[in-house]
């Protein structure tokens, strides 16, 4: 029998992992591109500094969750996983995301495009470097074991919400941040994320109440 329909938090965050490993690429390729011109496409600028301003945000909350709910709460279940490793690895990630912020502010001072380019360049790079690998521990030692775990389904429910309402707490505004994850994501995974979400938000919040504050992101996001 399918276990399709059964909540599996290891299934949503290897998904979560997929939005983020595209954000990953949009904004590097993207940095490439502008570094060949030494500056920020002015049509994109508002879009693009959302855009790793929401990946800098779902990175950082992403790791956290993973310290501080996640690990602890599959230390015991699943204790051949090296979370040592990847928590110190997630140190060398925040020390990206350190880079990548201080980019982000100097673009928004105005300051010299080119170097502060440069600095986004070097925090991605240092994530670039470890992400894939990161990730592929994570989904094949942790993420991809859960359903094997036989959590109790409503068990399972309580997490999920306990981890996105964490999540929810340490990362914003909301108004980008549903949009950055949802628009990262294949439409067929979309539609799997959006079913774990009041009605509201896709019919509602992101297509009408939101869509002035995320619309810049477009070029950047999927259809
Ligand atoms: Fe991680
Ligand atoms: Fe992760």
Redesign the pocket.
């Known amino acids: 029998m399918s276990n399709e329909n059964r909540p599996n938090i290891g299934e949503d965050y290897i998904r979560f992992h997929r939005a983020m490993t595209r954000g990953l690429a949009v904004s590097i390729q993207n940095i490439n591109e502008f570094l060949k011109i030494g500056a920020v496409e002015v049509l994109y600028r508002d879009g693009f500094l959302k855009y790793v301003q929401c990946f800098s945000s779902v990175s950082h909350g992403?790791?956290l969750v993973?310290d501080e709910k996640i690990f602890p709460y599959f230390r015991d279940k699943l204790p051949e996983v090296p979370y040592e490793r990847?928590i110190s690895?997630?140190n060398i990630l925040k020390g990206g995301l350190q880079e990548i912020n201080t980019g982000l502010d100097n673009l928004r001072a105005g300051n010299d495009d080119l170097n502060s380019l440069k600095l986004l360049k070097s925090g991605f790079d240092k994530i670039d470097q470890i992400w894939y690998p990161?990730?592929e521990i994570?989904n094949t030692q942790l993420y991809g074991r859960v359903g094997s775990l036989k959590i109790d389904p409503e068990e399972m429910i309580r997490l999920q919400k306990e981890l996105v309402e964490f999540f929810q707490e340490h990362t914003g505004p909301e108004y980008l941040m549903g949009p950055f994850v949802l628009y990262n994501l294949s439409p067929e995974d979309r539609a799997i994320a959006a079913q774990g979400l009041p009605d509201m938000v896709m019919k509602q919040l992101i297509p009408i109440e939101w869509k002035d504050k995320w619309a810049p992101m477009q070029p950047f996001l999927l259809e």
């Open positions: 992403h790791h993973e990847l690895e997630h990161h990730i994570e």
